[in-house]
C-alpha cells in the first residue's frame, strides 16, 4: 500500500457514495479544491483529517486499508444493522451465509 492507494480508495469511495469532490471538500471544512488536491496527489489528508474521512464514510481505518473489502461502507451498513438482531436471527443468518458461500 501507498500514497496512490489511499487517493485511489477515497476517491472510490467517494463516487460509490455519489458525492462530487467539491460536495465532499466543503462537508469537511475545506476550500472547495481540497478534494481535488488529494485526488491529483499534490496533497495527502493528515492523520486527523484521514479519520475524519473515514467517519464521513461511516467505516474503520482498518475497512479503509483491507483492499479485499470492495465496498466497506455497505459492509459497515450490513454489521450495523446484524448487532440490532437477536440471537435466534444470527443464527439463521449464518445458516444462510454459509449456505450461499460453500
Not at 50 to 76: A, H, K, M
Not at 86 to 94: H, K
Amino acid at each position: 500500500m501507498d500514497e496512490q492507494f489511499i487517493r485511489n480508495r477515497i476517491t472510490k469511495l467517494r463516487t460509490q457514495k455519489g458525492i462530487s469532490e467539491y460536495k465532499m471538500s466543503l462537508d469537511l471544512g475545506h476550500s472547495r479544491s481540497y478534494m481535488q488536491g488529494i485526488s491529483s496527489g499534490r496533497i495527502l489528508p493528515s492523520l486527523s483529517e484521514f479519520l475524519y474521512i473515514c467517519d464521513y464514510f461511516g467505516i474503520t481505518p482498518r475497512d479503509f486499508f483491507d483492499d479485499s473489502i470492495e465496498d466497506p461502507v455497505l459492509l459497515q451498513t450490513v454489521y450495523e444493522k446484524i448487532k440490532e438482531l437477536e440471537e435466534d436471527d444470527l443464527i439463521a443468518i449464518l445458516g444462510l451465509l454459509n449456505r450461499m458461500t460453500r
